[in-house]
Each structure stands twice: as C-alpha cells, then as structure tokens.
C-alpha cells in the first residue's frame, strides 16, 4: 500500500499535523512502512477513516449518487436562466450549472454551507506523481 507524508494525510483529512500524530499513536490510522525517512502514513487507513468521516456528515435519509463533497459556496454568477455556483470542498473546486430558479429557491450566495453531490457514469482516475 502506498505511505503519505503526515502532511497530505492531515490535509486529506482536514485536520493538524499534530492530529495526525496523535492518530498514530492512538492507533486510529497505520503507520507507513517504516524506511530511513521521516514517519508516514498508510493510504489505505486514511482512505478508511475518510470514508468513515463522509458517512458522519451526511444527513441526507437516502440516494443514489456516492460522490458527495460538502464544502461551502465562494461564488455564484447568475444570468438570465442560468447560474453558475462554484463550491470550495477541502482542496476541491466543484463547479455547478444549474437554473437561475434554482440557485433563487437554494438561497445561494458566498459563504453558504452546501454539498456537491455528483452522479457520472464516467470517472476518470489519475495517477499523481510522488514527490
């Protein structure tokens, strides 16, 4: 499995460095595979307590997409029909096309708490580059 500087993880998790450390002595994530650099973090303990963390902020009773990013409004454009609403969640930029109505019934404007909830049927997987 691959290993995470304690500074991704904790930015993954939106959480302090320290955090982090303190998750790993508690147990709560796995250490990366000890080598002759700096302590990391297990990817895949920190994708499972991402995943565990999502479930917490859902409030929503029940539905189908599986790809939600809750985060916060920091721009809405709107013009004759249409709107587009930009939403920060964690590092993510997720932008939306929706209806002027829409956006009007929502009460969208800067700073408002919302989720980006997505349902594709494509999803395009990249590789980062390690640094």
Same mark, same amino acid.
């Given at each position: 499995?691959?290993? =995470?500087r !304690?500074?991704?993880?904790?930015?993954?998790? *939106?959480?302090?460095?320290d955090t982090v450390?303190?998750w790993?002595?508690?147990g709560r994530?796995?250490?990366?595979t000890?080598?002759?650099?700096?302590k990391t973090?297990?990817?895949?303990?920190?994708a499972v307590?991402?995943?565990? #963390? @999502?479930?917490?902020q859902?409030?929503?009773? #029940?539905?189908?997409a599986?790809?939600?990013f809750?985060g916060i409004?920091?721009?809405? &454009?709107?013009?004759g029909?249409?709107? =587009?609403v &930009?939403?920060q $969640?964690g590092?993510?930029?997720?932008?939306? =096309?929706m209806?002027? %109505? @829409? $956006?009007?019934?929502? *009460? =969208?404007?800067p700073? @408002?708490?919302?989720?980006?909830? !997505?349902?594709?049927?494509?999803? !395009?997987?990249?590789? %980062? %580059? &390690?640094?």
């Open positions: 499995m691959a290993n =995470l !304690i500074a991704d993880a904790a930015e993954l998790l *939106g959480v302090s460095d450390r303190r790993l002595d508690a994530l796995a250490a990366g000890a080598g002759a650099g700096p973090v297990d990817a895949g303990s920190v307590l991402m995943a565990e #963390q @999502s479930h917490l859902t409030r929503v009773v #029940q539905q189908s599986r790809n939600r809750p409004v920091t721009r809405v &454009e709107k013009d029909v249409m709107a =587009l &930009e939403i $969640a590092p993510h930029r997720v932008t939306s =096309l209806s002027r %109505e @829409s $956006a009007d019934e929502l *009460g =969208l404007v700073g @408002s708490r919302v989720a980006g909830v !997505i349902k594709s049927t494509n999803v !395009i997987v990249e590789l %980062e %580059e &390690e640094s």
